[in-house]
T-cell receptor
């Protein structure tokens, strides 16, 4: 079945630096890739998503890139701030099917040091 | 104020006891989902429902049961058959169809006494 691998599991950066989190998926039919941010003790919140008809999407300091050939997608956060500290999850699913099942990566704990 | 609510925030279960976690949404979403989150792991799907009075097993359904009598509500029962129930439980909802954004509730932490 579909599998999503996420790296690194932990990432520590200095405030103002960039952070990159990478995910690899196994099912070439996957074509919807959301990213969620989860703060301690809370539910995940969608921060950005991308569909396979585009290679990159940006929203202020956050961007996601997709390489369909290599089955990789990455989250880029620029000018990191302490409030960016959280666990980030990638996920993958197939648009066009009857169900909306997301397969999640194992998460990346991002720590932004002031 | 629209969104997804889960209650209680913390829940304690005694040995052999069934407990029910509540999930309500007022987003007019057709589909609802239950996930389990363990430390250091991603979210794993327990059950999902795409329409009222219908639901399907996810990847780890054993020891759990659900019902979907109303569009707004999707309660999860953790039965005594679930031998390792301690976890953070997350409910989500979305519009029907693949590729629709799933929105999550705040979660319920279940602890075994």
């Amino acid at each position: 079945g579909e599998n999503v691998e996420q790296h690194p599991s932990t990432l520590s950066v200095q405030e103002g630096d960039s952070a990159v989190i990478k995910c690899t998926y196994s099912d070439s039919a996957s074509n919807y890739f959301p990213w969620y941010k989860q703060e301690l003790g809370k539910g995940p919140q969608l921060i950005i998503d991308i569909r396979s008809n585009v290679g990159e999407k940006k929203d202020q300091r956050i961007a996601v890139t997709l390489n369909k050939t290599a089955k990789h997608f990455s989250l880029h956060i620029t000018e990191t701030q302490p409030e960016d500290s959280a666990v980030y999850f990638c996920a993958a699913s197939k648009v066009g099917g009857a169900t909306n099942k997301l397969i999640f990566g194992t998460g990346t704990l991002l720590a932004v040091q002031p | 104020d629209g969104g997804i609510t889960q209650s209680p925030k913390y829940l304690f279960r005694k040995e052999g006891q069934n407990v029910t976690l509540s999930c309500e949404q007022n987003l007019n979403h057709d589909a609802m989902y239950w996930y389990r989150q363990d430390p250091g792991q991603g979210l794993r799907l327990i059950y999902y429902s795409q329409i009222v009075n219908d639901f399907q097993k996810g990847d780890i359904a054993e020891g759990y049961s659900v019902s979907r009598e109303k569009k707004e509500s999707f309660p999860l029962t953790v039965t005594s058959a679930q031998k390792n129930p301690t976890a953070f439980y997350l409910c989500a909802s979305s519009f029907a169809g693949a590729g629709e954004t799933q929105y999550f509730g705040p979660g319920t932490r279940l602890l075994v006494l």
